[in-house]
């Protein structure tokens, strides 16, 4: 590994960390208090409403900044600064487009949903009034960006402000002893102006890059200039829209099965397992650009070095989470969330195992994408869901609560055993790489 790699990637990531630890707290004690407020019935359905818009949002935006990031750390390494300029218009182009598929599906399906779940009319008018916030969803290209020139700060101020914002908007309904239609505005503000955030800071650093004028740029032959570009795209979206499948279907099939009740507990169970992804996730966040970097040097193995260092580290923060949950896990969901959470206990137990799971094997999973391997990514994802959310509804039908704790432990193992093999054979054969397009072949292709 080139010196000094790793230390700055720890220093990055402890940027975002301290961004992320106030994040978790804010949101924490926001979902607290909206749980407390509403009580288990109402939450559970402010629960479905947020999880059916982020499932649609994800199924039909484009999740680009994985591809951008890839072959924008090409671009710039080759100094191919206006073919980069190409690049980020083509993001944003089809980070627009993808949201305003998202929202006008989303809006336009929630009466359908919504008669074929049985959900009273107020709460269909209220999904079709959250589904608006994906219209606000053009932060793929911004993410991009940031990463791509080490911006991590953005990302820790970000998510600092958009959570302390909700906390603050939480916190005043609550003194005015608001309404689930007042929370349900609340979350909506708070969604936009976090992914506002992200937009006004991308465009920021593109102009401290002196890179200006993106939206003027054509975006003719931007396919012949970046070989495979629209697959990849293609690929990552399938690949966005089957891990969105495992993180937010599951919320339906709880409530389906058990009743919406259930629903606003197994949301509690997931945002507490949150508190160990997003103290590891600055770790991927910076992980990504540096696997992109070195995978077009072909330095596979400071690749090797810098995955097998980063998944320990991540597995044992996650494990040292869990023995804190085990010995005062019920206490803490009684104090945050109220008594009546207190018997998600046992199942935020078995959840928290699977994330432990999760966190330790991410920098593979992250490694696939950021060598270019999208179709193996692809067929993981694929594979995984279709085993998943078969054996997750006749585990929560046979065990319950618990049961959907322990599909999410068997998931996460199988993915990691697979993945494990597939990056093994990827990062130990060389030649496998196609190597990156030069400068001249590229500057002899015709604007058609």
């Not at 053009?138 to 940031?146: D, F, I, Q, R, Y």
Request: proline fraction near 4%; hydrophobic fraction near 50%; charged fraction near 15%.
């Amino acid at each position: 590994m080139a010196r000094g790699t790793l230390p700055q990637l720890f220093k990055n990531a402890g940027v975002v960390l301290t961004g992320n630890a106030g994040a978790s707290v804010f949101g924490l004690l926001s979902l607290g208090l909206t749980a407390r407020a509403l009580g288990p019935e109402p939450f559970g359905i402010l629960v479905l409403i947020q999880s059916y818009v982020a499932f649609v949002q994800q199924f039909t935006t484009f999740n680009s900044w994985p591809v951008l990031i890839t072959y924008g750390a090409q671009l710039l390494e080759q100094h191919r600064r206006d073919d980069f300029a190409r690049l980020m218009k083509f993001g944003i182009v089809v980070d627009a487009a993808g949201a305003a598929l998202g929202a006008i599906g989303a809006a336009a399906a929630a009466y359908w949903v919504g008669r074929w779940r049985g959900w009273d009319p107020e709460t269909i008018r209220l999904t079709v009034a959250y589904s608006l916030v994906i219209l606000s969803a053009l932060n793929g290209t911004p993410k991009a960006v940031l990463r791509l020139f080490g911006r991590f700060k953005a990302f820790a101020m970000q998510e600092l402000i958009a959570s302390g914002v909700k906390l603050a908007g939480v916190t005043v309904v609550l003194f005015l002893q608001g309404g689930l239609v007042t929370f349900v505005g609340v979350w909506m503000l708070t969604t936009v102006v976090g992914n506002v955030l992200v937009v006004a800071m991308g465009w920021r650093e593109l102009h401290r890059q002196g890179i200006h004028g993106i939206l003027r740029v054509p975006l003719r032959g931007i396919g012949k200039r970046c070989p495979g570009l629209w697959g990849q795209i293609w690929t990552t979206n399938l690949n966005s829209t089957l891990k969105v499948v495992t993180q937010e279907t599951d919320v339906f099939i709880v409530g389906g099965v058990l009743g919406v009740r259930e629903a606003g507990f197994y949301k509690v169970v997931k945002q507490c397992s949150k508190l160990v992804s997003q103290a590891t996730d600055p770790l991927q966040q910076v992980l990504y650009p540096e696997v992109a970097k070195f995978w077009a040097k072909d330095a596979r193995a400071q690749i090797r070095t810098l995955l097998y260092r980063i998944g320990g580290l991540s597995a044992g923060l996650g494990a040292l989470v869990w023995l804190v949950l085990l010995v005062g896990g019920r206490r803490l969901l009684s104090l945050v969330f109220g008594p009546e959470f207190a018997g998600a206990y046992p199942a935020l137990l078995w959840y928290m195992a699977g994330t432990v799971i999760m966190v330790g094997g991410l920098p593979f999973a992250v490694a696939l994408p950021a060598t270019g391997q999208y179709s193996i990514t692809l067929r993981v994802h694929l594979l995984g869901s279709s085993l998943y959310l078969p054996g997750l509804w006749v585990m929560i039908h046979n065990r319950g609560l618990v049961g959907a704790g322990m599909a999410y432990v068997g998931y996460h193992f199988f993915r990691a055993v697979v993945i494990g093999r597939f990056l093994r054979t990827t990062l130990s054969e060389p030649g496998r790489q196609t190597r990156p397009t030069t400068a001249a072949q590229i500057a002899a292709v015709p604007d058609v």
